[in-house]
Structure formats: structure tokens, C-alpha cells
């Protein structure tokens, strides 16, 4: 009887002394582009709309995210021949959210696209290959929550959707 108390104590210290050496995990910084797409998304959806904020996360420095999302932006454009930034800024002047949301999304998608060409481009120096595939993962990190919620069946893997069936695996 004795022997089971005193092991079921030293059980107890021993977990709580585990707890006493957990540290908290500290959350990777967003990518400025998605951090400003996630961040204009939630405003739109405010009554009124503070069009001047929007503008602001879009175009303002962070020190937390770096340089801003509209830099990235048109530095996008720029490579890739696109012209995301002209319409978000167009959207902006007309204070258009169906089109600032298309506009946006087009352009962070774009941009996880791009960055995981330029890793696959790079699997011959692992290092930069790496770092084209982080910045894809950051950039996903807008649209993930989207999918997760939106995906009827709970499909995590496109291999598992049926409709692969039709068309062979991707």
C-alpha cells in the first residue's frame, strides 16, 4: 500500500516536473504578402470598410514581416510579366473589394507557383531549392485555413480525391 503511494507520487513529480522543462514554441513570422492578403481579407468583411488600412497593410514596412507586400509584389510582376500590383491598386482607387479579393488571391497564388518553379529549377543545389520551397510554404500559409474549411471532403491529399480518377494522379 505504501510502495503504491509513494510510486504514484514520485509518477505525479516526474510529470510535473516534465512540465516545468516544456518551452513554448514561438510561431514563424508571416510572409509579408500573405500577412497583408489575410490581414485585407478580415477588413473587407468590417462595416465600414477602412479602405486607408487596407491600403496601409498592403504598402506599409513591418518590421515583424520586412519589407511590404507591394514590393514583393511588383518585384513579381517584374520577373514574372505580370501585373498583380496595377490591379490591386486599381481595386484600391475604386474601393472595389470583389475585385481587390480576386485581384489579391491571383497574386499570392501566382507567387506560391513561382517560388515552387524556382525550387524545382534548383534541385541541383539543395540549399536553394529549400529556400524556394520555404517561401512557397510561408505563402500558403494565406490560403490554408481557406482550404481546410472550403474542401468538402476533408481531403488532405490530392492523390485521395476521386475526381484523380478521371484524370490520372497530379
Known sequence: MMLGRVLAGAVVGLGLASAAWAHVIKEEPWHAIAYAYRSALFLLDLQPTDWDLIARKLTADDEVVGPPAAERIQELD??????????????????????LYAASTRAVAHAIRHHLEQAAGHLDRPGEARHGLAEA???YRGFADFIQQTDPDGYRELGACPRNAEFGKV
Open 78 to 99: 517584374r520577373e514574372a510579366g505580370t501585373a498583380h500590383w496595377p490591379a490591386i491598386e486599381q481595386a484600391l482607387v475604386d474601393q472595389d473589394a470583389w475585385a
Open 137 to 139: 510554404r510561408q505563402l
